[in-house]
C-alpha cells in the first residue's frame, strides 16, 4: 500500500482550477504535517503549501499565495490544494509529501525534511 496517493490532477485553460487530493495510511498517516511541490523538467522541486495536520498552520510559496489554499482532513487522513486562478507558469508534475518535522521546517518545507511521498500529478494550464 502506497503511504500517499495523490489525485485531481488534469488538464485547464488559464484561469481555471483544480483541487489536488492526497490520501495518506501507514505510517504516513501519523505524519504532523502534510506538503504539496511541484516539479518541471530541468528543474529543482520546489514546495508550494504545507499544513500542521493538527493546528493548521500552513506556509504558502509566494508565486501561489492568494490563489492556492492548502487543507487536511484529520477524519479522512487527507490533504487537499486548491488551486484557483491557474497560469500556464503553473504547469508541474505535483507531488505530495508526508512527515513527522519541526514547526520550522513546515514555514519553510525543503524535499529533504519528507520521507514520504507520493506518485506525483500532472497538472497542465494552457492558454
Known amino acids: 500500500q502506497e503511504p500517499l496517493v495523490e489525485s485531481g490532477g488534469g488538464s485547464v485553460q488559464a484561469g481555471g482550477s483544480l483541487r489536488l487530493s492526497c490520501v495518506a495510511s501507514?505510517?504516513?498517516?501519523?505524519?504532523?504535517?502534510m506538503a504539496w511541490f511541484r516539479q518541471v523538467p530541468g528543474k529543482a522541486r520546489e514546495a508550494v503549501a504545507s499544513?500542521?495536520?493538527?493546528?493548521?498552520?500552513?506556509y504558502y510559496a509566494d508565486s501561489v499565495k492568494g490563489r492556492f489554499t492548502i487543507d487536511y482532513d484529520i477524519a479522512k487522513n487527507t490533504a487537499y490544494l486548491q488551486m484557483n486562478t491557474l497560469q500556464p507558469e503553473d504547469t508541474a508534475m505535483y507531488y505530495c509529501?508526508?512527515?513527522?518535522?519541526?514547526?520550522?521546517?513546515?514555514?519553510?518545507?525543503?524535499?529533504?525534511?519528507?520521507?514520504?511521498w507520493g506518485q506525483g500529478t500532472q497538472v497542465t494550464v494552457s492558454l
Open positions: 509529501a508526508a512527515d513527522r518535522v519541526s514547526f520550522a521546517t513546515m514555514l519553510s518545507p525543503t524535499e529533504a525534511k519528507f520521507n514520504y
Open positions: 501507514g505510517i504516513a498517516a501519523d505524519s504532523n504535517c
Open positions: 499544513i500542521y495536520t493538527g493546528g493548521g498552520a500552513q
